[in-house]
Antibody, heavy 117, light 110 residues
Framework: EVQLVESGGDLVQPGESLRISCAASGFSFKNYWMGWVRQDPGKGLEWVGNIKQDGSETYYGDSVKGRFTISRDNAKSSLYLQMDSLRAEDTAVYYC??????????WGQGVLVTVSS | DVVMTQSPLSLPVTLGQPASISCRSSQSLVHSDGNTYLYWFQQRPGQSPRRLLYKVSNRDSGVPDRFSGSGSGNDFTLKISRVEAEDVGLYYCMQGTQWITFGGGTKVEI
């Protein structure tokens, strides 16, 4: 059974940084693109970005480009999202997702990131 | 960016009756490889999204056959043949042909 478990969500102030993680199990992690999608109750679902199997390519949505960085550790079957220069509009539930643009399927349970002073 | 427009925003349904959700894209979703990367996701209250259909009409494992998808180009439809109580929730279309964008969601309620 595919499992994606996010962790690291927190309340942070604008301008601060935060790293969230995703522990994957139940599939061969190193063979799949992985990504992050966020959900703001007021704005629906927004693709954050994704990363190739070996970590050699990453792609980001326009609203986070230059501020967020996706990385992975295939030995630990883990995915990471480093978020810098956080803004109030980054407040959302962040989901770890299995797959890339052509094969996105499973979602984690999500982790809440709140940016507020 | 490819803009995905869903309608209606809210869909009151009657148990046992059919229901239909429309999803339109601002440009064709036919990929250079010939496939159309249009997906449908269901999000029940308090849960994360679950994929129901991929490449327009292919049902995921475990998805009841009352769910079906159709369409081509930039006009797509999700149909529920006979709504059951467990179908209540939000439904999103998503395109993966040109990066990833989601529709705004349709709330299905009894």
């Amino acid at each position: 059974e595919v499992q994606l478990v996010e962790s690291g969500g927190d309340l942070v102030q604008p301008g601060e940084s935060l790293r969230i993680s995703c522990a994957a199990s139940g599939f061969s992690f190193k063979n799949y693109w992985m990504g992050w999608v966020r959900q703001d109750p007021g704005k629906g679902l927004e693709w954050v970005g994704n990363i190739k199997q070996d970590g050699s390519e990453t792609y980001y949505g326009d609203s986070v480009k230059g501020r967020f960085t996706i990385s992975r550790d295939n030995a630990k079957s883990s995915l990471y999202l480093q978020m810098d220069s956080l803004r109030a509009e980054d407040t959302a539930v962040y989901y770890c997702v299995k797959g890339g643009t052509l094969d996105l399927d499973y979602w984690g349970q999500g982790v809440l990131v709140t940016v507020s002073s | 960016d490819v803009v995905m427009t869903q309608s209606p925003l809210s869909l009151p349904v009657t148990l046992g009756q059919p229901a239909s959700i429309s999803c339109r894209s601002s440009q064709s979703l036919v990929h250079s490889d010939g496939n159309t990367y249009l997906y449908w996701f269901q999000q029940r209250p308090g849960q994360s999204p679950r994929r129901l259909l991929y490449k327009v009409s292919n049902r995921d494992s475990g998805v009841p056959d009352r769910f079906s998808g159709s369409g081509s180009g930039n006009d797509f439809t999700l149909k529920i043949s006979r709504v059951e109580a467990e179908d209540v929730g939000l439904y999103y279309c998503m395109q993966g042909t040109q990066w990833i964008t989601f529709g705004g969601g349709t709330k299905v309620e009894i």
